[in-house]
C-alpha cells in the first residue's frame, strides 16, 4: 500500500499533496492497487471529500486538538502512530518547507531510509521495489535510489513535479478518522508567534510563463520592463540566485535548487548565465527562451531557441509588438 | 561549565564549479575544488556570534576522508575553540540515515547545550541534521533567520513558505540555519597562523564502537542503485541578429508553440 501525506494550511489541502495522489494512482497499478492518503490536523474532515476525488482509495483523517497548530513534534508522532499502524510499503511526502522538516524526523524514528527531492519514482518491475531518482551535484547527475530492505520506502517530492491529476467527483473513498495519542509535554518546540508573510507575487511554482532574470539584468529598474513583458504574456517574474542575491527580487521568486523548481509552459531566461543550480530548477520547462549576450552560456545549451544579443532593446521592441498585437484583439473583440 | 556549541560541517565539492559536459553528458570534476560547504559557514558563525556575546566553546564536527581536515583548519581560522573529524574507511557510502547516527554518537561523547548545521549543496538534502536530533531525542529548529538564548531557552525566528514563526524550545536543541541568518566573518589574519597548530581530535570506530553492519554502505537503508547524466539535450535554434529581428524571432515562435494568441 502507498500512503501519501497530504499538507493542510488552515484547512486547505496543498496542491503537492494532490499531485502525490495522483503519482501514487499510477504506481499502485504495479503494486496491490491501494492508495492510502494522509491528513492532520484540527477539525478537517471535510477534506476527504475533495482527496477522494483525485483517486486516493482510503483516507485516514487524522484529528487532534494538539494538531490545530503544526509542530514537527505533534506531526512526527501523529504520522509515526498512523504508520506504526497501517504498515505501508511506501509513503511519500511533498518537499514542502514543513515536509522537508517532518520527512527526516519521522525516517529516524521509524528506522527507515528517505529520499529526498525526488524528480522521478517508478517501480521496478521485477522487486516490486521504488525507484526513487533525484538530481545530485546541483542537477548535473541524476541518481537513482532503492530502499531495499525497512519499510516504508519513504521519499520527499516537491510541489509541481508531477501534475495535479484531473478530478472525479464520482470517486469515494472509505473514510477513517484516527486520534493520536498525543500530550502537551511531547511537544518540545512552542510556536510562539506566526507572521504572515507579505506575499506580492503569485507562487511560481504555478505560473504557465516565467520572465526570469539574472545578474546580466542590471538594476531594479529593468525589472519594470521584464514585468510589462510578463504581463503581457500572461505570466509572472523570477530569477536566478544572484538576482535575489543582488537585492532584485524577493526570495520566493528565486528559481534553482535553493528556490523553487518549475516547469512552466514557457521560460524565458534573461541574463541568465545558466549555473547548474539554476538549470535544475527550470530545465523541465516545456519551451525555453534564453537571451544572452555570451553564445557559450550554459544557458544558450538548453534553450530551445537562444537569441544571442543584448537583451534591453530585444525585450523592448517585443513588449511594444506585443502591445500592438494586443489592442489589435481589443479591437476585434469590441 | 561553560556554553557548549557543536557546529556540523562538510567538505564538498564546489559545485558551481562542477560543469557538464554536452558531448559526452558527463561530469567534469576535474580541478574542481573542495570547499566548506557554504552555509555550514553561516552555522558557523551563528556559534561565534553567541560566543562573543555570552562565552562559549564552539566545536566543529565533520566527518570525511583525511582530506576534510582542510575545513576544520579554516574554522579554527575563522574562531572556532575545537575541530573534531569522524573519518574511518567503514563509515564510507553511508547513506543520511547511518550518517546522521554517527554524528549523533559523536555529539553525545563530546556533549553540547546547542547544535547548529544546515544542508550541504553536493547531496542537499537538509535531512542529516533534522536526523541527528531525532537520534538525540532533542528538539528541532529548522530554517532559522533569528536566534536568541534566554535563560534555558533557545528563541528562533524561523522562515516557512508563507509565514515567519517565532518557536522557543529548550536547551539542549538542534537548530538548522540559513543565508538569511548571518554573513560568516573572513578568516582572522591572527588565527590563520595558528590554526596550523592547533590540535585536530580524530574520532574513529574504536572510539564511537559500531558494529560494521550498522554503518557505512552496508548499514544504509537506502543504496544508489546507478547513477546517470541526462542525455545532452539537442541544441536548439541559435539566432543572432538584430534586436528588432530578435524580437520578430521570439515573436513568431511564440505563435507557432501557441504560447500566444494567432493574431
Not at chain 1, 517501480?123 to 531518482?133: C, N, R, V
Not at chain 1, 536566478?240 to 524565458?268: F, N
Not at chain 2, 547531496?123 to 531525542?137: C, R, S, Y
Not at chain 2, 528538539?139 to 522557543?168: F, H, M, N, Q, W
Request: proline share 5%; charged share 25%.
Amino acid at each position: 500500500m502507498i500512503m501519501v501525506y497530504c499538507e493542510q494550511r488552515n484547512g486547505e489541502l496543498l496542491n503537492v499533496g494532490l499531485e502525490l495522489v495522483g503519482k501514487a494512482v499510477e504506481l499502485s497499478k504495479d503494486l496491490d492497487g491501494e492508495v492510502m492518503a494522509v491528513v492532520c490536523g484540527n477539525k478537517i474532515t471535510h477534506l476527504s471529500e475533495k482527496i477522494s476525488q483525485y483517486g486516493a482509495t482510503r483516507v485516514i483523517i487524522v484529528e487532534h486538538p494538539l494538531l490545530e497548530k503544526y509542530t514537527v513534534d505533534a506531526y512526527t508522532e501523529a504520522l509515526y502512530q498512523v504508520i506504526s499502524s497501517e504498515n505501508p510499503d511506501i509513503l511519500l511526502i511533498g518537499a514542502t518547507l514543513t515536509g522537508r522538516e517532518l520527512g527526516p524526523r519521522l525516517a529516524a524514528r521509524l528506522r527507515t531510509g528517505l529520499t529526498a527531492d525526488c524528480t522521478n519514482l517508478e517501480i521496478d518491475p521485477e522487486s516490486k521495489l521504488l525507484l526513487m531518482t533525484r538530481p545530485a551535484f546541483g542537477g548535473s547527475l541524476m541518481a537513482t535510489i532503492i530502499c531495499p530492505e525497512r519499510r516504508p520506502q519513504m521519499a520527499t517530492i516537491r510541489p509541481g513535479v508531477f501534475p495535479l491529476p484531473k478530478t472525479d467527483t464520482q470517486r469515494k473513498a472509505e473514510v477513517y478518522v484516527f486520534t493520536p495519542k498525543l500530550n502537551e509535554d511531547d511537544i518540545k518546540v512552542k510556536v510562539q508567534q506566526i507572521i504572515a508573510k507579505v506575499r506580492r507575487h503569485k507562487d511560481i511554482t504555478a505560473e504557465k510563463i516565467i520572465v526570469a532574470s539574472g545578474r546580466g539584468v542590471g538594476s531594479k529598474e529593468d525589472f519594470e520592463l521584464l514585468e510589462e513583458l510578463a504581463e503581457l504574456l500572461g505570466g509572472g517574474i523570477a530569477g536566478s540566485r544572484a538576482a535575489v542575491d543582488e537585492g532584485w527580487l524577493p526570495k520566493e521568486l528565486q528559481v534553482g535548487q535553493t528556490g523553487k523548481v518549475v516547469r512552466p509552459k514557457l521560460y524565458i531566461a534573461i541574463g541568465i548565465s545558466g549555473a547548474i543550480q539554476h538549470l535544475a530548477g527550470m530545465q523541465e520547462s516545456e519551451y525555453i527562451i534564453a537571451i544572452n549576450k555570451d553564445p557559450e552560456a550554459p544557458i544558450m545549451k538548453i534553450a530551445d531557441l537562444a537569441i544571442v544579443g543584448d537583451w534591453k532593446p530585444i525585450v523592448k521592441r517585443l513588449v511594444q509588438q506585443l502591445r500592438q498585437s494586443m489592442n489589435v484583439q481589443d479591437v476585434k473583440i469590441s | 561549565m561553560s556554553f557548549r556549541i557543536i557546529v556540523f560541517a562538510k567538505q564538498v565539492p564546489d559545485t558551481t564549479e562542477v560543469k557538464v559536459d554536452q558531448i559526452k553528458g558527463t561530469l567534469i570534476r576535474d580541478g574542481v575544488k573542495s570547499i566548506m560547504n557554504p552555509e555550514d559557514k553561516n552555522a558557523l558563525e551563528t556559534a561565534l556570534q553567541l560566543k562573543d556575546k555570552y562565552g562559549a566553546k564552539v566545536t566543529v564536527i565533520t566527518m570525511g576522508p583525511p582530506s576534510a581536515e582542510a575545513i576544520l583548519r579554516e574554522s579554527y581560522a575563522m574562531g572556532a575553540d575545537e575541530a573534531v573529524l569522524i573519518t574511518d574507511p567503514i563509515y564510507a557510502g553511508a547513506d543520511t540515515w547511518v550518517t546522521s547516527m554517527i554524528l549523533a554518537r559523536a555529539a553525545q561523547m563530546i556533549g553540547f547545550d546547542l547544535i547548529t548545521g544546515r544542508q550541504a549543496i553536493d547531496g542537499d538534502t537538509a535531512q542529516v541534521g533534522i536526523e541527528i536530533a531525532e537520534h538525540l531525542k532533542i528538539p528541532v529548529i529548522a530554517y532559522a533567520v533569528d536566534l536568541k538564548i534566554e535563560g534555558e531557552k533557545v528563541i528562533v525566528t524561523r522562515e516557512l513558505d508563507s509565514t515567519y514563526e517565532v518557536i522557543s524550545a529548550k536547551l539542549p536543541c538542534l537548530v538548522t540555519c540559513t543565508k538569511e541568518l548571518n554573513k560568516p566573518r573572513y578568516m582572522r589574519v591572527g588565527n590563520i597562523f595558528g590554526c596550523f597548530e592547533k590540535p585536530i581530535t580524530i574520532i574513529n570506530n574504536s572510539i564511537l564502537k559500531f558494529d560494521k553492519n550498522e554503518v557505512g554502505l552496508v548499514g544504509s537503508p537506502t543504496k544508489v542503485r546507478r547513477t546517470f547524466t541526462k542525455g545532452p539535450k539537442e541544441q536548439g535554434t541559435i539566432f543572432n541578429g538584430s534586436a528588432d529581428e530578435a524580437a520578430e524571432m521570439i515573436l513568431s515562435k511564440l505563435k507557432a508553440e501557441k504560447l500566444i494568441s494567432q493574431q
